[in-house]
């Protein structure tokens, strides 16, 4: 197991590529924390599916443009597992437009409405 004995918080962890990253690091030893913004069912639901599995998880729900959020999720993290070793950046959001209709301020802005998130 190539991940073995290591901590990995994977953002937007509920659904798609980071779930599916969440299952892959789990099944090489990670023991791994499941976070997202909105998608709570699917963040336990990833939680349970590594358990089931054998392996260690957590799920923490966190908006990751609001700084005490942020801070929760790793304080969560090392109360639970005692480190961070690894971190994916996975969480993203998107407006429902073409990009290059976008403006500066879609790119900036941390907290969109109407937006799809993991």
Do not use: C, W, Y
Request: aromatic share 4%; proline share 2%.
């Amino acid at each position: 197991m190539k991940l073995e004995g290591k901590v990995a918080v994977i953002t937007g962890s509920a659904a798609n590529i980071g779930r599916a990253t969440a299952l892959l690091f789990a099944k090489e030893g990670a023991k791994v924390v499941v976070t997202t913004r909105q998608n709570v069912a699917g963040g336990n639901e990833v939680v349970s599916a590594i358990k089931v599995a054998g392996g260690e998880a957590i799920f923490v729900q966190a908006d990751l443009s609001k700084s005490l959020e942020v801070e929760n999720l790793f304080k969560q993290t090392v109360e639970a597992f005692g480190a961070v070793d690894i971190l994916v950046n996975n969480a993203g959001v998107t407006k429902a437009k073409p990009f290059m209709e976008s403006t500066i301020e879609d790119l900036n802005h941390p907290t969109l409405t109407g937006l799809t998130a993991g």
